[in-house]
Each structure stands twice: as C-alpha cells, then as structure tokens.
C-alpha cells in the first residue's frame, strides 16, 4: 500500500516561515505530479502548488513569491517551503500525490496525507 505521512505545520506568527514535509512510502513504480492543498474553515479545498515528474511547478496567485514546492526523488519526499506567512494562510495543508504503482502499471492514482494544521497568528 502507498501512505503519505505530512509533517512540520504548527503556529507562527505573521512573517515567519514553517517548511511543511510528506514522504510517500510503499511500492511505487513512479511518482509523477505532487501537489499541495489547502483548506481553511468556511473555504473549499484549493490547489496550493504542484509541482510535476520534470521539476516544473505552478502555484497559486495568494501565494506566488511566498512558497516554494520542491521534492526529492531520492526520498520520495515533497517540501512546501512558505515565507512571508499571514493569518489568511491558516488552513488545514494536505499532500498529494499521483503514482503509479506495479500492481497496475497502466493507471495513475491518486493518494492523500491526512493534512497538518498551520496556524498564523497576527
């Protein structure tokens, strides 16, 4: 089975950092896009960044210039580096990925971690 375990969120303050972490482990034939999301009381889930099998990303407007996605392909590992942090930022952040797997090698799926509360205080 394939599992995603997120870590790194908590509370900061406004202005500061936090570098959120989700390693994906378990039998994987490749690991293609990963993507983090969001979703703060009241809202709809939103797409954060995504970042694709080649390096390339995209992100979301709020955040552009702010975070960072980057992984490690060595580690099956995918970091949301965030910057500049405001209280809007306060959500639950959930990882995903998309992986094919050797038990059905010509469909991708799509797993989830179960999400890290990031908390910006004013």
């Known amino acids: 089975q394939v599992q995603l375990v997120e870590s790194g969120g908590g509370l900061v303050q406004a202005g500061g950092s936090l570098r959120l972490s989700c390693v994906v482990s378990g039998s994987i034939f490749s690991l293609n896009a990963m993507r983090w999301y969001r979703q703060a009381p009241g809202k709809q889930r939103e797409l954060v960044a995504h970042i694709d099998s080649g390096g390339s990303t995209n992100y979301e407007d709020s955040v552009k210039g702010r975070f960072t996605i980057s992984r490690d392909n060595a580690k099956n590992t995918v970091y949301l580096q965030m910057n500049s942090l405001k209280p809007e930022d306060t959500a639950v952040y959930s990882c995903?990925?998309?992986?094919?797997?050797?038990?059905?090698?010509?469909?991708?799926?799509?797993?989830w971690g179960q999400g890290t509360q990031v908390t910006v205080s004013s």
């Open positions: 995903n990925a998309v992986a094919v797997v050797p038990g059905d090698p010509l469909r991708m799926y799509d797993y």
